[in-house]
T-cell receptor, first 114, second 112 residues
Framework: EAEVAQSPRYKITEKSQAVAFWCDPI?????LYWYRQILGQGPELLVQ????????DSQLPKDRFSAERLKGVDSTLKIQPAELGDSAMYLC????????????FGQGTRLTVV | SQKIEQNSEALNIQEGKTATLTCNYT??????LQWYRQDPGRGPVFLLL?????KEKRKERLKVTFDTTLKQSLFHITASQPADSATYLC???????????FGKGTTLSVSS
């Protein structure tokens, strides 16, 4: 069964350092989401792509976060510089039809900023 | 802006009983509503999707209702089992219909 792949699974970084996460969605899924989830909270949408285009990045802290999906397939989310408050689970998900179809999630990357 | 509330942070029930979880939304009318299950340290897993013109949907022991007048969805697990213990997330398409927005979740604990 096809899965959304994310790496790394865990990442510990010092504050002010740069960190990057990678996501490979299910083949053929045009929509790709990056969510951030703080313990005890629901996933918060950071950025959404439709193919290679950004559809929604209104909640992305653009002074330190960036995301790209250059060929409309895999995607990278970067934080530079990392802050203590960025410690969270970063989840990638993909779907065939934006918010009106089921989303398939990866295992997530657990980021700890020290 | 759209707001999603899952009323209970935690719900504790006994094995065999029916668990009922609530999702309320305000400020807009979503066309689609979804429920996901999330286990600790893992990504959410899709369970059910219901459209605004559907009142009820079932899948095995799961049932979802969607009341657009009350702006509420109820998620039922019948004959609950300890293996059903997890966090359940309600999700809606956003006002533009483009993205999926999640509630905070309700953590269900089923004791034997």
């Amino acid at each position: 069964e096809a899965e959304v792949a994310q790496s790394p699974r865990y990442k510990i970084t010092e504050k002010s350092q740069a960190v990057a996460f990678w996501c490979d969605p299910i083949s053929g899924h045009a929509t790709l989401y990056w969510y951030r989830q703080i313990l005890g909270q629901g996933p918060e949408l950071l950025v959404q792509f439709q193919d290679e285009s950004v559809v929604d990045d209104s909640q992305l802290p653009k002074d330190r976060f960036s995301a790209e999906r250059l060929k409309g397939v895999d995607s990278t989310l970067k934080i530079q510089p990392a802050e203590l408050g960025d410690s969270a689970m970063y989840l990638c998900a993909s779907s065939t039809q934006n918010g009106r179809s089921e989303a398939f999630f990866g295992q997530g990357t657990r980021l700890t900023v020290v | 802006s759209q707001k999603i509330e899952q009323n209970s942070e935690a719900l504790n029930i006994q094995e065999g009983k029916t668990a009922t979880l609530t999702c309320n939304y305000t400020n807009y009318s979503p066309a689609y509503l979804q429920w996901y299950r999330q286990d600790p340290g893992r990504g959410p897993v899709f369970l059910l999707l219901i459209r605004e013109n559907e009142k009820e949907k079932r899948k095995e022991r799961l049932k979802v209702t969607f009341d657009t007048t009350l702006k509420q969805s109820l998620f039922h697990i019948t004959a609950s089992q300890p293996a059903d213990s997890a966090t359940y997330l309600c999700a809606l398409d956003n006002q533009a219909g483009t993205a999926l927005i999640f509630g905070k979740g309700t953590t269900l604990s089923v004791s034997s």
